[in-house]
């Protein structure tokens, strides 16, 4: 009997060392680490680093800024920055999100393994050695003083064009907002007429996402001539970028646009506009800059001109509508 209970005791024993040991990570498994800004609307990845290379999407920054200009940059090959990631990292999860504490923002990093687990952790001083050591190697690389010889990253060339433009059917914009985090279909675009949508004002009451109707649904001609206008480049396929990913879209003054223009066939091609002061919204243009600026293409820049002449124009037009509807 006494012998029973202590083969009991030792298999116990070993489960529970396994089920200690099921959630730590080896360094060995480590395929990904990450190291992002979280704000309460925002998520801005500062470094991501894969077992063969290490990505710095804004380019090199100082303790105190970032380039305002700064170029997507990578370092391709072999590193050992993963043999420094600190033993607790590897034991298991302990990330703080602001919002749960009084606090505007952290530094998240997570170290994420082959099949797909991930831990995670805020970013911080320590006085344990390996994490200085970590912070230490991690801050070479991002102020560009490691041994590593980093590059402009290679963006793939644009294909050919397939579609033809006889056959765009319509253009439909839509307003990205970043907080609440939701799009508004703002207009559809024909050949010969153009369809605005009421416009809305939308805010988070209790967890639910409520909007309030500011004007009723409006059809006219294309005075602009934005569907004749629609550039070469965007026949050719999507290239959609979410920039609110990067920091925009919070002031709805300097609105971003999505543009999906749609063909016979039923297939859509989607890409993003923005219509902000770059030299003063640099926060997340140096994350990753509009359409018209990645490309230079001028018809691209033409298009957007003629959206942004049309959505301040209605925008005027919609203030004045509800301040005569406001006085009677």
Known sequence: MKVKNIFCSIFILFLLSFTVKAGEFNRQDISTL????IGRSKHVVFMKITTNSII???????????????QEIQYLGHHDIFKFVPEIYLS????LHPELYDGTNAIKVDICITDGRCHSWNYGESDDKEMI?????????????SEYQFHPKMTSPMPKVIFDKKNLKSINI????AYPFHE?????ITADSITEYPSKICHLNIGELQCKVLSKSIQYQDKYNIFKAFPTLFLSSSNFIDVRRYGG???NDDPLFKIEGCFTDGH??????????HEIDNFFNRYHDDITNRYNDDEAKEFQSKITQLYYDTVRSNLKFNRKKTKE
């Open 34 to 37: 990450t190291i992002e800004h």
């Open 56 to 70: 710095i999407p804004h380019g090199f920054c100082t303790d105190k800024q970032c380039p305002k200009d700064g």
């Open 92 to 95: 298991g999860s302990n990330f």
């Open 133 to 145: 050591l970590f912070y230490d190697k991690l801050k070479q690389i991002r102020t560009g003083k």
């Open 174 to 177: 839509y307003q990205l907002i």
């Open 184 to 188: 508004v279909l703002l207009y559809t």
């Open 249 to 251: 879209g919070d002031i």
């Open 268 to 277: 859509c091609n989607i890409w993003d506009l923005y219509t902000g002061n």
